[in-house]
């Protein structure tokens, strides 16, 4: 089933041309990686996506319904949720609060009492379970990566944008936070992951999808976008440098 797709999707800021004439689609059940450079664009095509940018050309339909103009609500009722690079928890409510947030507002929008049953079961998939009661200000960074994630599962998503969710963890925590991401995939989800923990988007993507000042310039297999001379050019300028970040031996 096609869950997302982009159609000459272009965005100006100013003079700034960040993202040029984006064509791509996501399957339920896939796990997508979204890569390039710093300021490439991965992250205004999230905000393209998500409502929070309208594109000045192109269009975006999700589950072949338009979603191109609407705002960030009507588009996470229609069943987009997505995590932040910067974690943004409700410091002063409890883990199961902030999880409560994402199953009211989300794609059913529910009342208390089954969002508090949603909350629960998104928190147990994270493994934040036992923390459910604790103030979300007195989690760890780890932690707080996991609960923004259960808070966008308590949305009950058919696309899910996870933005540098392993950013800042150090490698056991990347490895478990990577089982995690795995252990979501099933048949009516997409995943759509910005990462630069190479060894990690690699493992987990079925396809990487590769920007560069804005533009797609690599799609294909793990295996594919790591041996493409652009994809080795854009990111280091030398091929085997390149190579070797990308297959996770630079990091």
């Known amino acids: 089933m096609r869950i997302l797709e982009l159609r000459g999707v272009s965005k100006r800021f100013g003079g700034l041309l960040a993202v040029k004439d984006v064509s791509f689609h996501i399957d339920g059940n896939e796990i997508v990686g979204l890569i390039g450079p710093n ?9 393209l996506i998500s409502g929070v940018y309208r594109p000045d050309t192109g269009d975006i339909f999700v589950l072949d319904r338009p979603v191109t103009g609407l705002p960030p609500h009507r588009i996470a009722h229609l069943g987009v949720a997505r995590t932040h ?43 934040l379970e036992r923390k459910a009661d604790s103030l979300a200000g007195s989690l760890n960074m780890a932690e707080k ?24 963890l150090n490698p ?21 992951i910005i990462e630069h923990v190479m060894t990690a988007i690699m493992s987990l993507s079925d396809r990487i999808i590769v920007l560069d000042q804005g533009k797609v310039i690599a799609e294909g297999s793990p295996q594919e976008v790591a041996e493409d001379p652009a994809v080795q050019e854009a990111y280091l300028g030398d091929p085997q440098m390149a190579a070797a970040f990308l297959s996770g031996e630079g990091e």
Request: no cysteine; aromatic share 2%; glycine share 8%.
């Open 39 to 47: 300021g490439a664009g991965k992250t205004t095509i999230f905000n």
């Open 85 to 127: 690079q910067v974690v943004r928890p409700l410091q002063e409510l409890t883990v199961l609060e902030n999880a409560m947030v994402g199953a009211s507002f989300g794609r059913h929008q529910h009342r208390l009492g089954k969002a508090h049953e949603i909350a629960e079961e998104a928190l147990k998939k994270v493994g």
């Open 145 to 168: 990566k996991r609960l923004e994630v259960a808070r966008a599962l308590a949305a009950e998503p058919r696309l899910l944008l996870l933005d540098e969710v392993l950013a800042g």
């Open 172 to 192: 056991t925590e990347v490895q478990e936070m990577v089982e995690v991401i795995r252990s979501l995939r099933r048949e009516d989800l997409a995943i759509l």
